[in-house]
T-cell receptor, first 112, second 116 residues
Framework: QKEVEQNSGPLSVPEGAIASLNCTYSDRVSQSFFWYRQYSGKSPELIMSIYSNGDKEDGRFTAQLNKASQYVSLLIRDSQPSDSATYLCAVNVYTGGFKTIFGAGTRLFVKA | EPEVTQTPSHQVTQMGQEVILRCVPISNHLYFYWYRQILGQKVEFLVSFYNNEISEKSEIFDDQFSVERPDGSNFTLKIRSTKLEDSAMYFC??????????????FGPGTRLTVL
């Protein structure tokens, strides 16, 4: 069973701080990794994708991937109250065809 | 900006009834997906669809489920005989290329299905 694990939180950070979200996955051959943001009652919205080991930065967001450790993380700098949401880690796995496996998500609260 | 649309936004049905959830993917996308999310739980992959065929399906996608692209724009999910446990938010998504590559999946707003 291919799994994606996340700390459910909630993670609470003050406004302006760095929020660090972590995710581990079980499938060693996975090549594509995604972070989605989901507001309550809404659909997932893609924040970042990452495919190679190392860091990838996009504005206030940095995704980090370590395939050897099967670990992917998301850093949010200068956190804003509007960043309060559930952050979903997703991994593409191959089981004869590709499918996307989501983690249960980490709830983030940014306090003003 | 192009977006995935889904109808209806909320569907209420009686147990045992058939429901069809509709999606209009982004026009130049070739790969289509259905996911479900039971309230408070994780987003779960149901099925992917390409070139009028199912590419991959999960163990959730059993014989009561079917997908179809009846015309050039719509992509539908049919649940033949709904059960109480089918109550969930159903998301449609589409991508230009296959999800195994680097193509981004764009999600629709979802249809909330309530089975009574």
């Amino acid at each position: 069973q291919k799994e994606v694990e996340q700390n459910s939180g909630p993670l609470s950070v003050p406004e302006g701080a760095i929020a660090s979200l972590n995710c581990t996955y079980s499938d060693r051959v996975s090549q594509s990794f995604f972070w989605y943001r989901q507001y309550s009652g809404k659909s997932p919205e893609l924040i970042m994708s990452i495919y190679s080991n190392g860091d990838k930065e996009d504005g206030r967001f940095t995704a980090q991937l370590n395939k050897a450790s099967q670990y992917v993380s998301l850093l949010i700098r200068d956190s804003q109250p509007s960043d309060s949401a559930t952050y979903l880690c997703a991994v593409n796995v191959y089981t004869g065809g590709f499918k996307t496996i989501f983690g249960a998500g980490t709830r983030l609260f940014v306090k003003a | 900006e192009p977006e995935v649309t889904q109808t209806p936004s909320h569907q209420v049905t009686q147990m045992g009834q058939e429901v069809i959830l509709r999606c209009v993917p982004i026009s130049n996308h070739l790969y289509f997906y259905w996911y479900r999310q039971i309230l408070g739980q994780k987003v779960e992959f149901l099925v992917s669809f390409y070139n009028n065929e199912i590419s991959e399906k999960s163990e959730i996608f059993d014989d009561q489920f079917s997908v179809e692209r009846p015309d050039g724009s719509n992509f539908t999910l049919k649940i033949r005989s709904t059960k109480l446990e089918d109550s969930a938010m159903y998301f449609c998504a589409s991508s230009e290329g296959p999800s195994g590559g680097t193509d981004t999946q764009y999600f629709g707003p979802g249809t909330r299905l309530t089975v009574l």
